[in-house]
Nanobody, 121 residues
């Protein structure tokens, strides 16, 4: 069974740091783009950061210079290093990855279950 499992969320004071991890497991042949989204209460889910298979990255404007996305292909894992956190970063963070499974010809997006990040002022 293919799954993405996030970890690293928690409660932190403003100005602090957290590192999120998301590990993909199962019958995975290859992984294309990997992403982090977040959803705050009563707000739409938004794309925070993306890293391609070639390790090009792009970020939501409000997190540029504070967040860094990276990946470890040997571990099928994507990370999100979050520094200088602000209360407005409070949200459930979800990872998303385009996976190609064995005996499959297409990449299909999979989602993790989400991890809560709370930043206190």
């Amino acid at each position: 069974q293919v799954q993405l499992v996030e970890s690293g969320g928690g409660l932190v004071q403003a100005g602090g740091s957290l590192r999120l991890s998301c590990a993909a497991s199962g019958s995975i042949l290859s992984i294309n783009a990997m992403r982090w989204y977040r959803q705050a209460p009563e707000k739409q889910r938004e794309l925070v950061a993306i890293i391609t298979s070639g390790e090009s990255t792009n970020y939501l404007d409000s997190v540029k210079g504070r967040f860094t996305i990276s990946r470890d292909n040997a571990k099928n894992t994507v990370y999100l290093q979050m520094n200088s956190l602000k209360p407005e970063d409070t949200a459930v963070y979800y990872c998303n990855a385009d996976l190609r499974l064995f005996r499959s010809t297409n990449y299909v997006p999979y989602w993790g279950q989400g991890t809560q990040v709370t930043v206190s002022s």
